[in-house]
């Protein structure tokens, strides 16, 4: 299904790079999927790198803890989850300054690791498939402070001036009720209720290509490194 092309002795390579990404919620096969669509690049002879660009709170990190043990403390995300995040919403809307700057230590964090594992490679040539970005760490952090997706897509916009823009950016659609029975730490449907309309919102202002995430893993393989070889093709 997935064979080489005829120049399959021929790699690759541009000056620029060429930057892949794959979004959506928990569950809906990202990291599969990314990793599929790296291995059939690669025996087409197009040597592509698959890169996990989630967001790991380092500078966040005590901070995190601070807020378990203050306003938090007697709520849990697995626990009720309803209760959890009006919480925390409730926190950050009477606390403007400290919102403001729990968005910009996660703003640090994300770029000191976006310009390691994304910017450099990209910046070197490289042809990147990124399980994530900052669309889903954005999106995530604004859902837990109670943010609009106006203001979503605000702070997305904001990050990529200064960061590589995806050349094409797949979202991996999926009902909940699917997603939440392939995960085993997702804390409830609503979490992921809450994050997927705003993702289809995000598609449609960025042009994103749906995937339907139902569909099995080869025919999405399939139709994503068809997508992503004619789109190289047209970068040559």
Not at 101 to 122: C, E, H, N, S, T
Not at 180 to 200: C, F, H, N
Request: charged share 25%.
């Amino acid at each position: 299904m997935f064979g080489a092309t005829e120049n399959s002795m021929r790699k690759v390579t541009f000056k620029r790079g060429f930057f892949v990404c794959l979004v959506g919620i928990d569950g809906s096969g990202k990291t599969t999927l990314a990793k599929r669509v790296v291995e059939q690049l690669n025996s087409r002879a197009i040597d592509a790198k698959y890169v996990y660009s989630a967001i790991f709170p380092i500078l966040l990190k005590p901070f995190m803890a601070v807020g378990k043990r203050t306003f938090l403390r007697r709520t849990s995300k697995f626990g009720n989850y309803r209760d959890y995040s009006q919480k925390k919403q409730e926190f950050f809307s009477r606390k403007k300054v400290f919102a403001s700057f729990w968005r910009m230590i996660v703003g640090i964090d994300a770029i000191l690791q976006i310009y390691w594992k994304v910017a450099i490679p990209i910046w070197m040539g490289r042809i990147l498939v990124s399980d994530r970005y900052a669309y889903d760490t954005l999106l995530n952090v604004g859902v837990g402070y109670g943010a609009s997706h106006r203001q979503i897509l605000s702070s997305i916009l904001f990050f990529l001036r200064l960061f590589p823009n995806p050349d094409v950016v797949f979202l991996i659609d999926i009902p909940e009720e699917i997603a939440m029975s392939r995960k085993d730490d997702v804390p409830a449907i609503e979490y992921l209720q809450e994050r997927r309309g705003i993702y289809l919102k995000l598609a449609e202002a960025f042009g994103m290509t749906i995937l339907d995430g139902t569909k099995s893993i080869d025919e999405l393989t399939e139709t994503v490194v068809n997508i992503i070889t004619k789109r190289i093709g047209e970068s040559i």
